[in-house]
C-alpha cells in the first residue's frame, strides 16, 4: 500500500515533468540539444507530439488529465528514470533530464519509440513491481577420483614397472643414442631406448606422428585400459561428456625440424602433416578422434608446469557438470639436435657426461643443472558416481590445486619464492587441506642451484611444524621430462597412495647449505601411510602449479 501511494504521485510528477520539459507544439521554437549528443544526431531526432487529440499544451494546471489522456512521448520510454519509477536508478534524473545524456543507436531510438496512438498511459500509475532474486539451488560438489594411469617413461611403459624401478633406485639416465651429440658440452639425458606403439596406434599414424604425439596416444589408451575402461564399456560411455585435455611444453620439434630440413631443397620435399602435427594441441585432438570422444577437448601448454595446469583444469570440468571422464596429463619428446642445443645454450643442463647415473641430484651441494628427459603420463579421471556405477577401481581420490605466477624472469624463481608459498596455501585452501594432513610432496626439484632451494624454503614456510613430512624427487632417476613432468610425477604420487611406499632421492650425497634432510626421504624407499599428497611443478615464465590427491573413503 505505501509503494503504490509513493508511486502514484511521482509517476504524476515524472510524466508532467517529461511532457513540460520535451512536448512543444507545431511551430513552436526547438527545444534545446542535448549536450551528450553531435549534431548530426540532434538533426535526426525527431521532435515527440504529446498532443494528438487532446489539444492544449501540458502545463500545470492540467498534470492528471494530460497522464491519462495523452500518448506518452518517446522522451519517457527511452528515460531509464521512468522505468524504474519510484526507485530512480544511479543516473534515473540525469538521463531523464539530459545532464548524463547516452548515445544512442538506431535499433536503440526504435525500441524506445513511443507506441501507437489510443495506447492508455495506466501503466504509469501502476506500483513498482517488487524483484525477488532466485538464489542458485545449493547442489552437493561433484567429485572426482583417479580410476586408470598410463605412462612412457625412461624406466618402463607401464606404470608398476615404472614405480618399482623407481621404489628400488634405478636410474633411467644414460647417453644419448637416437643422434650423434659428441660436439655438444651435455652428452646424456633420461631417454627411451625400446618403444613400440604396436597395438595402440596403426603403422600409417606411427609413422607420420611426432614422438610426442606417439606417446601421448600411447599413455592415454593404456590409461584407458588399466581403468577397465573396454570395449563394451566404451560403447556405453556417453562420448559427449567424455574428454581429452594433455598438453605438451614443446609440441612436435622433430616435425618442424625436419620440415625446415626439406625445405631447404624444396617445399615440395615438406611433409604435408608438418603444421599439424607440430602444433601442441593436435595430440589431444587425435586421441579424442581415436576414441571418438565429443567432451572438452585442448591442450595446455605451461612449459614444465603444463602436466599439473592440464590435470586440475580436466577435473574442473567435472566439477562443474562438463564431463564425466577425461583423460588429462602430458608429453614431450624434445630431445633431438635442436632440443638439447637449446637447453645447452640456456646453460640448464648437467654436463656430468662421465656419470649419467649420477648427473640430476636435487638438493645436493655438487648438482649442476637439470637432465632432459622424454615420455608422457596420462591419468583417467572420473566423476565418482560414475565410476562407482560402472564399478571401476579407484585409485585415489583428486582434491584440488592452484597456479600463480612468479611475474619475475623467464627462467629464474623468485628469491623470497612468494609465487611457491602462494600457489601451495591457494592449493590447500581450494582443496580445503590443513597443512597438517600433508605429508608427502613430491618436488619439482630439478637439480637446478637457485629452484631446488627456492622450493626448499616455501616447503619449510608452509610445512615446517609438519614433523611427518616426506620429500622427494622422482627427477633424481628420470631427469627433467619437461611438459609431461607434472603428469609422471602425478602417477608417482598416486602410487605412494596405493602402495604405501614412497622412492628414495638418489644422489642426495652432500646437501647444500640450508638443506636439513630429515624431512627428505632417504637413500632407499619408505614406508608412508599417505594422507595427503602434494605434486609441484613450476615451468620457464614462472608457472607455478599444486596439486592434491588422497585416499579414496
Known sequence: MAASTVASP?????????MSVSCERDGAAKRPASRGFSRRRRRRLPVPECSRGGGGSASSFGLVSSCLAFEPCSEFYSSRAASSLGFFGESGFASLFGSRNRQMNRRQRRLNR????????????????????????????????VTGMGVVTPLGHDVD?????????VSGISEIETFDCSEFPTRIAGEIKSFSTDGWISPKLSKRMDKFMLYMLTAGKKALADGGITEDVMNELDKTRSGVLIGSGMGGMKVFNDAIEALRISYRKMNPFCVPFATTNMGSAMLAMDLGWMGPNYSISTACATGNFCILNAANHIIRGEADVMLCGGSDAAIIPIGLGGFVACRALSQRNDDPTKASRPWDMNRDGFVMGEGAGVLLLEELEHAKERGADIYAEFLGGSFTCDAHHITEPRPDGVGIILCIENALAQAGVSREDVNYINAHATSTMAGDIMEYQALTRCFGKNTELRVNSTKSMIGHLLGAAGAVEAVAAVQAIRTGWVHPNVNLESPADGVDTSVLVGPTKERVDVKVALSNSFGFGGHNSSILFAPYK
Do not use: D
Open 114 to 145: 513511443a507506441p501507437g496512438s489510443g495506447e492508455v498511459m495506466a501503466v504509469a500509475v501502476q506500483a513498482a513491481p517488487e524483484f525477488v532474486t532466485k538464489k542458485k539451488p545449493v547442489t552437493k560438489q561433484r567429485r572426482v577420483v
Open 161 to 169: 614397472t615404472f614405480y618399482n624401478n623407481l621404489l628400488e633406485g
Open 10 to 18: 511521482l509517476c504524476t510528477w515524472l510524466v508532467a515533468a517529461c
